[in-house]
Nanobody, 124 residues
Framework: QVQLVESGGGLMQAGGSLRLSCAASGRTFSSYVMAWFRQAPGSEREFVAGITRGVVGTRYADSVKGRFAISRDNAKSTVYLQMNSLKPEDTAVYYC?????????????????WGQGTQVTVSS
């Protein structure tokens, strides 16, 4: 089992940047595909970005391509989401998730562990 704790959320003006972190504890962090999802009020939780376990492969939602970057530091058991050129529509609770699978899934049901979420609010 793994425990996930997100941090780094906050209030930012449109065009600004934020970096989210997700610290993992428990089983070997490098064993998991990691991803970020987000959920805006009244909306379903959606995939934002994912990263493979070892050699770095990434996947992004079309809405964040070119603006967001996911990375991981297996030595620190941490995954990051660098968010640039933020837009008001990026406002949501951002969740970190871990999957014991081999590929980057984009559906919630594929992920085995979740953090508690961190709020990101982007003002216009």
């Amino acid at each position: 089992q793994v425990q996930l704790v997100e941090s780094g959320g906050g209030l930012m003006q449109a065009g600004g940047s934020l970096r989210l972190s997700c610290a993992a504890s428990g089983r070997t962090f490098s064993s998991y595909v990691m991803a970020w999802f987000r959920q805006a009020p009244g909306s379903e939780r959606e995939f934002v970005a994912g990263i493979t376990r070892g050699v770095v492969g990434t996947r992004y939602a079309d809405s964040v391509k070119g603006r967001f970057a996911i990375s991981r530091d297996n030595a620190k058991s941490t995954v990051y989401l660098q968010m640039n050129s933020l837009k008001p529509e990026d406002t949501a609770v951002y969740y970190c998730a871990a999957d014991v699978g081999l590929t980057i899934a984009t559906t919630m049901g594929e992920y085995d562990y979740w953090g508690q979420g961190t709020q990101v609010t982007v003002s216009s």
